[in-house]
């Protein structure tokens, strides 16, 4: 089994920042893709970012104030957000696809999520 564990979320103001990370432990070959979704109340969860080897790929609308980064070698990603706004406000969630065994397939697992609330 693979867990994921989220950190780093909490209370900041307008303009804040905030940097979340999400260590994968447990039965891992390799992370292929891991990113971030959020959910706000009564909205249905969205792609923040993810990153694969290779490439990165971000909401639109968050470009240019969030950056994801990944450490291989801790099996953790990273979520650095800038300037935060009030609409930023949301329950963040990790993600990861994992291979558990070299030429097998990926699985989707997910972190428990984190809030992070944007108030002054």
């Known amino acids: 089994q693979v867990q994921l564990v989220e950190s780093g979320g909490g209370l900041v103001q307008p303009g804040g920042s905030l940097r979340l990370s999400c260590r994968s432990s447990g039965n891992i070959f390799s992370p292929v893709v891991m990113g971030w979704y959020r959910q706000a109340p009564g909205e249905q969860r969205e792609l923040v970012a993810d990153i694969s080897i290779s490439s990165t790929n971000y909401a639109d609308s968050l470009k240019g104030r969030f950056t994801i980064a990944r450490d291989n070698a801790k099996n953790t990603v990273y979520l650095q957000m800038n300037s935060l706004k009030s609409e930023d406000t949301a329950v963040y969630y990790c993600?990861?696809?994992?291979?558990?065994?070299?030429?097998?397939?990926?699985?989707?697992?997910w972190g428990q999520g984190i809030q992070v609330t944007v108030s002054s």
């Open positions: 993600s990861a696809d994992i291979r558990s065994v070299r030429g097998g397939p990926t699985s989707r697992y």
